[in-house]
């Protein structure tokens, strides 16, 4: 039997992973202040660490929420996102690396490790840094299954213990990891050694956090049920890349209007990506075809795994449920995925016959070709754009405190995100971004006027404010700083001046405000573009970006 190792140099299939990550995230470093949590930045800025650790929310992922994060956050913002998409790549490499240890031919490997680099449903672990914590996870979890696999035990504890220490929700597909690598290595004792000592360590864990709180906030999140089910369904639609709506905002179901969508980049640009992935297989090719690539035994119990390890991803639900639904819980259901895909492309690549090979490889053009155009999307129309926005909100909020110096900001009608990346309404984020970058006592917030319109006894008379404020919004492109604005469908006008509400006249003021509208229409009223312009795909991903930047400087 022929081997089932590629005939390519052995470095070569490493490098073309990385090389594919080059391609597919270059413009992270671009993001900057971005789909980011503000008031996590402002956190670690500001309280000391041992306040953050009696947090049961940032305590229960220690090695992110008290070690990486922070250190993340030190960093320039473009720095940090590019640290996030080192790690989600040599995460692939060593994914690539550990399929090749249990025996499967290196184009099911390689086919794999970069359908999980690209694969959709990363977008809120990679862009959004408070998300990131899967990114790293997932490295240490494969990293310890690839050390375990190669007979080092010792070294692979610390790194799934690690894993389990990134989340909550790597605990089980780390047991099931070893369950598998137990049966794959045929060393039972040391195998049930292992589980135990990961199981006795994170229960030990578990049990300091619990001490810690004195019992009380153990579990910031909890169990329901009734919302398992519905997040399993959500999860699952994430999970293999079918929300686009979804890939980044952590509570897009529940939070966005339908039509904030993610935005993608013109049909070219699929072209384009489908093209270096017809010529990326092609490579793949070269390496050869084994006379049995793929036995059915290693077939059949391959696609066992990865349905179990599918499953053993869902069981984060056992635990946060309460918890609004977040995609970065997908990154690691993303390697059963990844794996089961090239296992049912593979074969027909590696086959004599002329038609399975053809279908083979335009399975595995479309398999990596898509999800690279998705990626690029969620950078160059979803992930920059955002960042330009939300730079272009600070310049405003800094023109509103420069005229109206010591007065609150009430920001109305803002845009909350570009298709399926943040802004930073969505993640109340004014407060303190406004504090960080625009003045350490200015306070902004765009809650306060939504709120008051939304109470039942809105109407003249009411207090919305005990202090006099400032209106910011948009309109025809143009930014306006009022004192007054209306109600949209009443015929009331919240005042600035008085902080009260009154009854309109027969002339009302030319600022209308607007509740609710889509961020896709706030977007393009703020920067004075028709709204066709933010409908899939957009047609001048480069105009829409250089129009947000030119409003970082709009005097």
Same mark, same amino acid.
């Given at each position: 039997?022929?081997?089932?190792?590629?005939?390519?140099?052995?470095?070569?299939?490493?490098?073309?992973?990385?090389?594919?990550?080059?391609? %597919?995230?270059?413009?992270?470093?671009?993001?900057?202040?971005?789909?980011?949590?503000?008031?996590?930045?402002?956190?670690?800025?500001?309280?000391?660490?041992?306040?953050?650790?009696?947090?049961?929310?940032?305590?229960?992922?220690?090695?992110?929420?008290?070690?990486?994060?922070?250190?993340?956050?030190?960093?320039?913002?473009?720095?940090?996102?590019?640290?996030?998409?080192?790690?989600?790549?040599?995460?692939?490499?060593?994914?690539?690396?550990?399929?090749?240890?249990?025996?499967? $031919?290196?184009?099911?490997?390689?086919?794999?490790?970069?359908?999980? *680099?690209?694969?959709?449903?990363?977008?809120?672990?990679?862009?959004?840094?408070?998300?990131?914590?899967?990114?790293?996870?997932?490295?240490?979890?494969?990293?310890?299954?690839?050390?375990?696999?190669?007979?080092?035990?010792? *070294?692979?504890?610390?790194?799934?213990?690690?894993?389990?220490?990134?989340?909550?929700?790597?605990?089980?597909?780390?047991?099931?990891?070893?369950?598998?690598?137990?049966?794959?290595?045929?060393?039972?004792?040391?195998?049930?050694?292992?589980?135990?000592?990961?199981?006795?360590?994170?229960?030990?864990?578990?049990?300091?956090?619990?001490?810690?709180?004195?019992?009380?906030?153990?579990?910031?999140?909890?169990?329901?049920?009734?919302?398992?089910?519905?997040?399993?369904?959500?999860?699952?639609?994430?999970?293999?890349?079918?929300?686009?709506?979804?890939?980044?905002?952590?509570?897009?179901?529940?939070?966005?209007?339908?039509?904030?969508?993610?935005?993608?980049?013109?049909?070219?640009?699929? %072209?384009?990506?489908?093209?270096?992935?017809?010529?990326?297989?092609?490579? @793949?090719?070269?390496?050869?075809?084994?006379?049995?690539?793929?036995?059915? $035994?290693?077939?059949?119990?391959?696609?066992?795994?990865?349905? %179990?390890?599918?499953?053993?991803?869902?069981?984060?639900?056992?635990?946060?449920?309460?918890?609004?639904?977040?995609?970065?819980?997908?990154?690691? %259901?993303?390697?059963?995925?990844?794996?089961?895909?090239?296992?049912?492309?593979?074969?027909?690549?590696?086959?004599?016959?002329?038609?399975?090979?053809?279908?083979?490889?335009?399975?595995?053009?479309?398999?990596?070709?898509?999800?690279?155009?998705?990626?690029?999307?969620?950078?160059?129309?979803?992930?920059?754009?955002?960042?330009?926005?939300?730079?272009?909100?600070?310049?405003?909020?800094?023109?509103?405190?420069?005229?109206?110096?010591?007065?609150?900001?009430?920001?109305?009608?803002?845009?909350?995100?570009?298709?399926?990346?943040?802004?930073?309404?969505?993640?109340?984020?004014?407060?303190?971004?406004?504090?960080?970058?625009?003045?350490?006592?200015?306070?902004?917030?765009?809650?306060?006027?939504?709120?008051?319109?939304?109470?039942?006894?809105?109407?003249?008379?009411?207090?919305?404010?005990?202090? $006099?404020?400032?209106?910011?919004?948009?309109?025809?492109?143009?930014?306006?700083?009022?004192?007054?604005?209306?109600?949209?469908?009443?015929?009331?006008?919240?005042?600035?001046?008085?902080?009260?509400?009154?009854?309109?006249?027969?002339?009302?003021?030319?600022?209308?405000?607007?509740?609710?509208?889509?961020?896709?229409?706030?977007?393009?009223?703020? @920067?004075? @573009?028709?709204?066709?312009?933010?409908?899939?795909?957009?047609?001048?991903?480069?105009?829409?970006?250089?129009?947000?930047?030119?409003?970082?400087?709009?005097?």
């Amino acid at each position: 039997m022929h081997s089932q190792r590629s005939a390519l140099p052995a470095l070569v299939l490493p490098l073309v992973i990385i090389a594919t990550a080059v391609l %597919a995230y270059h413009g992270v470093f671009l993001l900057g202040h971005g789909t980011d949590s503000p008031w996590d930045q402002e956190m670690y800025r500001t309280l000391p660490l041992s306040t953050v650790a009696a947090n049961p929310v940032y305590n229960r992922y220690p090695l992110w929420g008290l070690v990486v994060y922070p250190l993340v956050l030190a960093m320039p913002l473009w720095a940090a996102h590019t640290v996030v998409i080192a790690a989600h790549t040599l995460a692939a490499v060593l994914f690539f690396a550990l399929l090749r240890a249990w025996r499967l $031919p290196d184009i099911t490997a390689a086919l794999a490790a970069i359908t999980y *680099l690209l694969w959709p449903a990363h977008a809120e672990s990679l862009f959004w840094l408070s998300g990131g914590m899967f990114a790293f996870g997932a490295l240490f979890l494969v990293a310890g299954a690839l050390a375990y696999a190669h007979g080092r035990p010792l *070294l692979a504890v610390p790194l799934l213990f690690g894993a389990m220490l990134f989340s909550e929700g790597l605990f089980f597909p780390t047991l099931l990891m070893v369950l598998v690598l137990l049966v794959h290595r045929r060393r039972i004792v040391e195998g049930i050694s292992v589980g135990g000592t990961l199981v006795a360590l994170y229960a030990l864990f578990q049990a300091v956090r619990y001490t810690a709180a004195g019992g009380r906030d153990f579990s910031p999140y909890g169990f329901s049920l009734e919302r398992a089910g519905g997040h399993f369904r959500e999860w699952s639609r994430m999970a293999f890349g079918l929300a686009s709506s979804q890939d980044v905002a952590w509570m897009w179901m529940r939070a966005a209007p339908s039509q904030d969508s993610g935005l993608l980049l013109p049909p070219l640009y699929l %072209a384009l990506a489908l093209g270096f992935a017809l010529g990326l297989t092609l490579l @793949l090719l070269r390496g050869g075809r084994p006379a049995n690539p793929l036995p059915l $035994p290693l077939f059949a119990s391959g696609m066992v795994i990865c349905l %179990a390890w599918f499953v053993a991803s869902a069981l984060i639900f056992l635990v946060v449920s309460r918890n609004d639904m977040q995609a970065r819980y997908t990154t690691v %259901a993303a390697l059963a995925i990844a794996a089961a895909l090239a296992l049912l492309v593979s074969p027909l690549l590696l086959q004599r016959s002329r038609a399975l090979m053809l279908a083979g490889t335009l399975a595995a053009t479309l398999l990596i070709g898509y999800p690279l155009y998705r990626a690029w999307s969620n950078v160059w129309v979803n992930g920059v754009p955002a960042h330009l926005l939300n730079q272009a909100l600070i310049a405003d909020m800094r023109a509103a405190a420069a005229q109206h110096p010591g007065k609150p900001i009430f920001v109305i009608d803002d845009p909350r995100a570009v298709g399926n990346a943040f802004a930073l309404g969505r993640e109340w984020g004014y407060v303190p971004t406004a504090r960080q970058f625009v003045g350490p006592d200015v306070e902004a917030n765009n809650e306060v006027a939504e709120g008051a319109r939304q109470r039942a006894d809105f109407g003249p008379g009411m207090l919305f404010s005990s202090r $006099p404020c400032v209106f910011l919004g948009w309109r025809d492109g143009q930014r306006f700083i009022s004192q007054r604005v209306l109600a949209n469908a009443t015929s009331l006008v919240m005042n600035c001046a008085t902080g009260v509400v009154e009854q309109v006249g027969p002339t009302p003021p030319k600022d209308v405000f607007y509740f609710q509208n889509p961020s896709r229409y706030n977007l393009a009223t703020m @920067l004075g @573009l028709p709204l066709e312009t933010f409908i899939d795909p957009v047609a001048d991903p480069f105009d829409l970006n250089k129009r947000l930047r030119s409003r970082t400087t709009q005097p």
